[in-house]
């Protein structure tokens, strides 16, 4: 018999590690305890499974004990929780479901706790209609909820991407939700600047969010319960789930002499190694680098689990491998919205002092004439090496793939310069020509050039703008169906023969639809002796901002568009008989960039 390696916990760390410790060694004696008796699961899909679009429960279920028994022979041992973990003497003590306890020797230990739902101590939280989800038995008390037909309210706390989820499942049943979210915005790790698409989809359908205020006690009221918020305003509901965020589980390691961070996670080194000889930790509750920047941190996500697992039997095995670090990298769908990040947000730059460039594009998802082409917007976060250190997406088709090319250049240690000259697949149905990546390498080069000045909503909104000229160079259609409070008007076509009507004293603050326009009008008049800002992303970006244009009423163009003027959505198109104008994030209708 070879060496005997014990593994705490499964689902994508603890699983992957004893897949592939197995598949490297078949003589180890290989040991998994689970506290309950889902050893693998898809933790991902437990939402679309309480809104049905997963219908069949069988499905979330990744491997068995009886799989993982016949397939790699691995001891799986569920409703077995490991309480205590001696380091010295290299054993475990293991309470089984009768609550007898006993003792297991070890060679080798891979520790995949996971992480708990946080559950502070609110007045009233322990109501018996207030749930958590993190696991398979959560989920079927929340679905058996649901399908009360008495179910009919319900409220989320918290807007992660687990809150956004539930809440948009919850929508799918039917049921009246409202998501109550402490910070600012939802979605944390988006800037502000890109997920307001996502805030306005879930209110296009129905899903009301409660922004900047916090919940302050529950009240039963025995057939629902009371939800009092910081703000005092009450809320009622039928159903509350908590998504408020994890907290590693490992307080079971507290006197087992293996060091811990601050708020509990299991430090370890790049081979996935803890601080006790021949233990390993992977998964949620372990302390990461990011990748990025370079700091400890903690991101709980399934795709790093499953890699840190297999490094951690590499190791284990005898292969030197080891994790690089975490960059973040993540997706989520929000009814007809993708939203997708990877690296570094502005946010967390901002807090680390490290200094960064943005800018934002709105390209179509393939080429404008090919049918069913939607706009998206792409936020691209670089420094002035043109190093990329973060980036953003949400749109209605292809941003995955986007964000997906981007996170693969950070990984690779890649530039600005690197997006311009990646070869990707275009054919019209696909992409175009210059991709939105090309086209967002392209933005950035020029910027780092100093081809053009650009300026984010953000810094507009708090720009002293006594001795500037804010200049809107769209066509007399765009400005009119709405633009920036106090704009001066030249369409870019007109420019150069506009140019006695400017200023040369005063700073030129200029923008377009989406930004294109505004680059070309940007270079004409700096070649002219003019201080000129380009707002990136030009108007569409101000109208997925707090930034509230100045309007006007409806108006219909030459080819019998109706324009809503808060949005600038083409609300019928009766000339060119297309439908896929209907959300103000998927295209403008209006730009011919």
């Given at each position: 018999m070879g060496k005997k390696v014990l593994i705490i916990g499964g689902v994508a760390g603890g699983a992957s590690a004893a897949a592939r410790l197995r598949r490297l060694d078949e003589t180890a004696e290989i040991i998994m305890f689970e506290r309950d008796e889902y050893i693998s699961f898809a933790n991902c899909g437990l939402?679309?499974?309480?809104?049905?679009?997963?219908?069949?429960?069988?499905?979330?279920?990744?491997?068995?004990?009886?799989?993982?028994?016949?397939?790699?022979?691995?001891?799986?041992?569920?409703?077995?929780?490991?309480?205590?973990?001696?380091?010295?003497?290299?054993?475990?003590?293991?309470?089984?479901?009768t609550n007898d306890s006993y003792e297991e020797s070890y060679d080798y230990l891979v520790l995949s706790p996971g992480a708990k739902a946080i559950k502070p101590p609110i007045e009233g939280i322990n109501n018996q209609r207030?749930?958590?989800?993190?696991?398979?038995?959560?989920?079927?008390?929340?679905?058996?909820?649901?399908?009360?037909?008495?179910?009919?309210?319900?409220?989320?706390?918290?807007?992660?991407?687990?809150?956004?989820?539930?809440?948009?499942?919850?929508?799918?049943?039917?049921?009246?939700?409202?998501?109550?979210?402490?910070?600012?915005?939802?979605?944390?790790?988006?800037?502000?600047?890109?997920?307001?698409?996502?805030?306005?989809e879930l209110s296009d359908h129905g899903v009301k969010l409660i922004l900047n205020d916090g919940v302050k006690s529950f009240k039963d009221l025995e057939s629902s319960v009371q939800i009092n918020l910081n703000s005092d305003q009450t809320l009622t509901a039928d159903l509350v789930i908590l998504a408020i965020g994890v907290i590693p589980d490992t307080a079971f390691l507290k006197e087992s002499g293996i060091k811990l961070g601050v708020k509990g996670h299991i430090l370890v080194d790049e081979t996935m190694a803890t601080s006790a000889e021949n233990v390993y930790a992977v998964g949620d509750a372990i302390e990461v680098v990011d990748f990025v920047n370079k700091q400890a941190t903690t991101i709980p996500l399934a795709g790093p689990a499953n890699k840190q697992g297999r490094i951690a039997a590499d190791n284990i095995a005898g292969l030197k491998t080891s994790y690089k670090g975490t960059q973040g990298t993540s997706i989520l769908k929000v009814f007809g919205l993708t939203a997708a990040n990877t690296g570094n947000n502005e946010r967390t730059l901002k807090r680390l002092?490290?200094?960064?460039?943005?800018?934002?594009?709105?390209?179509?998802?393939?080429?404008?004439?090919?049918?069913?082409?939607?706009?998206?917007?792409?936020?691209?976060?670089?420094?002035?090496?043109?190093?990329?250190?973060?980036?953003?997406?949400?749109?209605?088709?292809?941003?995955?793939?986007?964000?997906?090319?981007i996170a693969t250049v950070i990984r690779l240690g890649g530039t600005v310069t690197d997006l311009t000259e990646l070869e990707l697949c275009y054919a019209p149905p696909y992409s175009s020509a210059k991709d939105p990546v090309n086209m967002a390498g392209f933005v950035a080069e020029n910027v780092l050039a100093s081809r053009v000045d650009v300026i984010s909503i953000e810094q507009f909104?708090?720009?002293?703008r006594e001795n500037t000229i804010l200049l809107d160079v769209r066509t007399e259609t765009e400005y009119n169906g709405g633009h920036l409070e106090g704009a001066l008007h030249i369409p870019v076509d007109s420019l150069r023969a506009r140019l006695s009507e400017l200023d040369k004293t005063k700073e030129i603050l200029e923008y377009c639809q989406i930004g294109l326009r505004g680059y070309v009008a940007s270079r004409i008049l700096t070649q002219n002796g003019y201080n000129v800002k380009n707002?990136?992303?030009?108007?569409?970006?101000?109208?997925?901002?707090?930034?509230?244009?100045?309007?006007?009423?409806?108006?219909?163009?030459?080819?019998?568009?109706?324009?809503?003027?808060?949005?600038?959505?083409?609300?019928?198109?009766?000339?060119?008989?297309?439908?896929?104008?209907?959300?103000?994030?998927?295209?403008?209708?209006?730009?011919?960039?």
């Open positions: 939402p679309y499974y309480i809104g049905e679009t997963i219908k069949e429960r069988e499905k979330l279920l990744v491997q068995t004990p009886e799989s993982m028994k016949s397939r790699f022979n691995i001891d799986v041992r569920i409703n077995s929780e490991v309480i205590r973990l001696d380091t010295l003497k290299k054993v475990v003590t293991v309470k089984n479901k207030i749930f958590t989800l993190r696991n398979i038995p959560d989920t079927d008390q929340i679905k058996t909820f649901v399908d009360q037909e008495e179910t009919k309210r319900a409220i989320v706390i918290g807007g992660g991407f687990v809150g956004v989820e539930i809440a948009e499942n919850l929508k799918h049943r039917g049921l009246d939700v409202t998501i109550v979210e402490a910070a600012p915005h939802i979605l944390a790790p988006f800037d502000s600047d890109v997920v307001g698409a996502v805030e306005k002092d490290i200094p960064y460039k943005t800018i934002t594009i709105h390209p179509g998802s393939h080429a404008s004439y090919y049918p069913g082409s939607f706009m998206m917007t792409l936020k691209l976060i670089f420094n002035e090496d043109g190093k990329i250190l973060g980036a953003q997406g949400v749109g209605s088709d292809g941003v995955d793939k986007r964000i997906d090319v909104m708090e720009y002293d707002l990136t992303g030009g108007y569409k970006s101000c109208l997925m901002s707090p930034l509230k244009p100045a309007r006007v009423a409806p108006i219909e163009t030459s080819e019998k568009q109706i324009i809503d003027p808060e949005t600038q959505v083409v609300k019928e198109n009766v000339g060119k008989g297309i439908s896929d104008y209907k959300k103000s994030h998927r295209d403008c209708g209006l730009c011919s960039e």
